[in-house]
């Protein structure tokens, strides 16, 4: 009955149109803050400020760091992370997607925070005044499923019932190292979650997708026999963004197909999938948005880490696009 409340709640949180207000490419709702924080100041603000202390303590109590480094994420950062949950992922990350979660947790973890407030303030908590297992899930499932369009494996309801298994068991964390999922399991069995740890784990789902994407574009380049360190003319990327798009729709990693087989693919997509020229432009449109967000000069050659930031669009705006593309079918 909890959950069904809150589900009232957040719709209607959703549906008022008084209470969204712009960021990125989406919406995200901006909700009266329920926390305590020093005049002046937000949630965003104070996340941010969060986030960039945790960072800065990490690279400070870390031996070993190289000054242009946020700062080693190996077991040597176990104990500054025992107190901080966003520290103790990053720990048991490798030294690699530590680094870069810490780096997209400075850019992401505010708007993360802000977007589960309407649905956190209507969840119970345990005596010890933190989210069990169901609510956790509860939430980030639906946070996902409406700003996304994602239905994680092991965070959405199994049939109709939110059943107590825990977060740590979504398909996605399962590609992580086991002291990831530990940590996670850890921190949420004893005591439990804070809306601040919520926000973190979701934020760690995120960047698992990501950093999926962008194994799978890495197999798209090795495709097009194109080599990452390559630079490369927008041409050459939108034929690149081709493959990549063309094999995920069909659900296939682009590592199991052959080159003669991608191009038989390419040559009859939209006979395949007749939504594929709108696709196509969709995936310049957010190739070209995103160089004029990132302020690259459109006569420049692109690098492999502006491609990246094209699929992780992709990757969080895909739901809503194929929402629409049902719609017109209508």
Known sequence: SHLARAHQLKQASYLDPTRRVSCSSRFVVEAPCLHSHPPGTSCRTMAQKLVRASVIVLAILSPGIADDSIGSVATQSSDVAS??????????????????????AELEMADMEV????????????????????????????????RHGWHLKGLDPVGEAWNSSLPSNVSALQHMPSAVRS????????????????????????????????????????????????SLEEESVIDLLDIYMAAYILRQHPSKISPARIQVILSRMSRIYPYWPQTQNWTRELFAS???????????????????????????????????????FK
Not at 83 to 104: H, I, P, R, W, Y
Not at 320 to 325: A, D, G, H, K, V
Request: overall charge negative.
């Open 83 to 104: 107190g901080n949950f966003l520290l103790q992922v990053a720990a048991a990350m490798n030294k690699t997607d530590g680094e870069a979660f810490l780096k997209s």
């Open 183 to 230: 940590c996670v399991e850890h921190r949420l069995t004893n005591p439990g979650f804070d809306d601040y740890d919520v926000a973190v784990l979701g934020l760690t789902f995120k960047f698992i997708i990501h950093v999926e994407a962008r194994h799978r574009l890495e197999a798209s380049y090795s495709l097009a026999d194109v080599d990452t360190e390559e």
């Open 290 to 328: 995103a160089r004029r967000q990132a302020a690259w000069g459109p006569n420049t050659d692109v690098e492999f880490s502006e491609v990246v930031r094209t699929v992780e669009l992709i990757e969080e705006q895909y739901g809503p696009f194929q929402w629409r593309e049902c719609i017109e």
């Open 115 to 146: 977007a589960l407030v309407p649905i956190l303030a209507a969840l119970p908590k345990n005596p010890a005044g933190k989210y069990d297992p169901p609510a956790v899930r509860y939430a980030l499932h639906h946070h996902f499923a409406r």
